[in-house]
């Protein structure tokens, strides 16, 4: 089992910026590529942000490109999600998410563990 705590989220200002934060514990954190997800009311979990194992590798969803970068610290056990220029389509649930493997990161079903979110809220 993997627990995940998601932290970091609040109002902010269009514009403005945000750093989330995921602390992992129970397994080997470097075994597990990490994602952020978001969910706005009345739609669908959406894919955010991935990063492999090892932290080399990355992905973004196009919204987010240039924007939001994704980053972790395997001997803190912990993944970070750093929001600059926020908009308020940015508005949402994030939630960090586990899994072994790096390959389709973007696809919600690939992670068995998740947090329990944290809620992002971005005024005009």
């Known amino acids: 089992q993997v627990q995940l705590v998601e932290s970091g989220g609040g109002l902010v200002q269009a514009g403005g910026s945000l750093r989330l934060s995921c602390s992992a514990s129970?397994?080997?954190?470097?075994?597990?590529?990490m994602g952020w997800f978001r969910q706005a009311p009345g739609e669908e979990r959406e894919f955010v942000a991935a990063?492999?194992?090892?932290?080399?590798?990355?992905r973004y969803t196009d919204s987010v490109k240039g924007r939001f970068t994704i980053s972790r610290d395997n001997a803190k056990n912990t993944v970070y999600l750093q929001m600059n220029s926020l908009k308020p389509e940015d508005t949402a649930v994030y939630y960090c998410?586990?899994?072994?493997?790096?390959?389709?990161?973007?696809?919600?079903?690939?992670?068995?563990?998740w947090g329990q979110g944290t809620q992002v809220t971005v005024s005009a």
């Open positions: 129970g397994r080997t954190f470097s075994d597990y590529a």
């Open positions: 990063v492999s194992g090892s932290g080399r590798a990355t």
């Open positions: 998410a586990a899994s072994p493997n790096y390959l389709g990161a973007d696809d919600a079903r690939r992670y068995p563990y």
